[in-house]
């Protein structure tokens, strides 16, 4: 009875039963084994299901589902069994009923069992009326047979669309990454079955018209198309079962590639043998199909080839192309001006050339790392960080996230990703340089800047001092003078009191000159040079301590000779050290004070006194800022830290010429 149902024949049919040399009994009894294997397969995965997760309700729904796929599938003859058996047409119309709306609320709530989004749930009345047209008899009104076929096709498309829109948005915003992975399995069984069907449908009714043998589909298309729904359950039990044991992608790429190259066969052939046909006027030629069959054989492989390699490219990038990754990486490279985006550049290229979801690269400062470009999202969990290193120095991290939030690097991949990051590390370490290069002009046009602005600011000073207080008395010594002319015969009183005023005013002038002098360039530096300098003016705040009856003792500790130093170190040096024995003296409260001066590479200035010693807190007066600025416009450091056991220390390096060498230390009191 199966048999007559399932397997009928028509008249097309049994010719070509004939024409294969099989009999009608020898075929029912094979299409009986057929089909009782084909639903044991069904049947069976589902009990496996239901065996090993009875306890979700969502894998139950699933087993259900492929148990009345047994009734639907062959539910074009179940009316036929019905006619036959009336006692079961209410159970077959209910379990026809059952097994519709199961498998179509499978496919709108997997993986999870849930509506996403949750207006999807407005398309199950639409679900149970489909489900009810297509188990109900024929003869029925609401059987979907007697319904116009727009109406049949809106209701399809509304309900299908819906599951397909619900699968993406699901698969794009909801799903875990174990999800993800049970939804591509029943993708691509679904995208099999229907890319099977469209192939065989086409081989059936192209190449078999071809080669003259129109009768033999109607055998073939009962056993193809039974094998290629297997596909279904088998995926079904993998997603719920074993969705970890196999990589889904390679299957993937490999059923794309001969997929692809199984209708480009067809297709030759059919063109070949067609054409070559209708060229000669003749159908069946055996001579035609072994061109047609030596051309497809030569154009196999180069086909081959260039269909894994353009499939390659969709699913994994460049992976398998590393010359080609390096190439594009050099030429947007050169044509990458700006230093700031050379960075962005990398990580683009990275990403688009391996399709990954993020990329990004850390710059080294010190023991911290900086994000200093990035291209994609970056990922929820912690991103594959691969060191960058320059001549064996670390510079950076290469930070990547793979295609998918559940996918792993290949070790393809990550062979591909060790050669970048060594090219990416050159680059990272050019860009630091270039980076640094950049503040060291900016900093070298600041410090141009402030010179040019502290020499305005000196020439303003020395303009307003010359304008305002030599001037004015260099004037009234000269209207003094003409007076003392006009005056120095008739009255000798007068005369002689302005020749006293004249010598008090002359002696103030010269001390204005002298200060203005020294101001600019301290005599003693070039009387008795640095050390004798310092030394001098020690000498001479001693005298004053002695003159106020204090007991500050000042010791200077200096070379024996000086190599000729910079004029600017030398009046950098003598200004810093005045500046601290000054403070030392006015605010210390000190009993001694050491000056040392140390030449090496730098030119170091020591004062530490043991003194009260200062608050940390307290802002910097005029003197530390002054001190401060001469040591840095010259290059040099500025320190002042707490003496031990008490009291302050001031340090301070000014960078020397190479020639200048460490020279023996004398103590002198």
Known sequence: T????????????????????????????????????????????????????????????????????????PGLSNSTLALVYPVLNLPITLLGLLGQFSITMFLLLFP?????????????????????????????????????????????????????????????????????QQTRWVAFAITTVATGFLVFGLLFTTVFLAVNQPDTPYVLITLVYPLLLLLLPISVGIAILRYRLWDIDIIINRALVYG???????????????????????????????????LVAVLFQPLRNLLQRGINRLLYGLRDEPYVVLSRLGQRLKTTLDPDAVLSTIVATVREALKLSYAAIEVQE???????????????????????????EPVGTLLIAPRGRDDALTPADLRLLDDLTHQIGNAVHTVRLTSDLQVLTQDLQRSREHLVTAREEERRRLRRDLHDGLGPMLSAIMLKVGLVRTLYQ???????????????????????????????????????????????????????????????????????????????????????????????????????????????????????DDGKGFEEAHPAGVGLTSMRERAEELGGTFTISKAQPCGTQITAHLPLMDSTRSIGLSTLT
């Open 2 to 73: 199966t048999c007559n149902i399932v397997f009928a024949l028509t008249a097309k049919g049994l010719r070509a039963l004939s024409a294969l040399g099989f009999s009608v009994s020898g075929y029912a009894a094979f299409g009986t084994l057929f089909w009782a294997i084909i639903v044991a397969i069904w049947s069976g995965i589902g009990f496996l299901i239901f065996w090993r997760r009875s306890n979700e309700w969502f894998a139950l729904l699933a087993a259900f589902a492929l148990l009345m796929f047994n009734i639907t599938y």
């Open 112 to 180: 999870s069992g849930r509506l996403v989004p949750r207006w999807t749930g407005l398309i199950i009345p639409l679900v149970i009326v489909q489900a009810v047209s297509l188990v109900v008899p024929i003869t029925s009104p609401l059987s979907a047979n007697n319904w116009p076929g727009w109406l049949n096709g809106l209701l399809a498309l509304t309900i299908y669309g819906t599951i397909i829109v619900s699968q993406v948005y699901r698969y794009r915003r909801v799903s875990t990454p174990v999800q993800h």
């Open 260 to 294: 692809l190259l199984t209708a480009f066969v067809i297709g030759m052939y059919v063109l070949v043998v067609g054409y070559l046909g209708a060229v000669f006027r003749t159908n069946g030629n055996l001579v035609i199909s072994l061109i047609a069959t030596g």
């Open 366 to 392: 010190g023991a911290d790392f900086a994000l200093a470009a990035s291209s994609g999202t970056p990922p929820a969990k912690e991103a594959l960080r691969l060191p960058l290193v320059h001549q064996g």
């Open 490 to 608: 008739r009255d000798t009183s007068a005369t002689d009191t302005l020749l006293n005023q004249l010598e008090a005013e002359i002696e103030l002038v010269i001390g204005d000159i002298r200060r203005l002098v020294y101001n600019l360039r301290p005599p003693a530096l070039d009387e008795l040079g640095l050390v004798g300098a310092i030394r001098e003016y020690v000498a001479r705040l001693g005298s004053e301590a002695q003159a106020h009856h204090t007991t500050l003792k000042v010791t200077v500790e200096a070379p024996e000779s000086l190599s000729t130093l910079p004029a600017a170190v030398e009046v950098a040096a003598y200004r810093i050290a005045q500046e601290a024995v000054t403070n030392v003296v006015r605010h210390a409260h000190a009993q001694a004070c050491h000056v040392r001066l140390l030449a090496g590479n730098t030119l170091q200035i020591e004062v530490h």
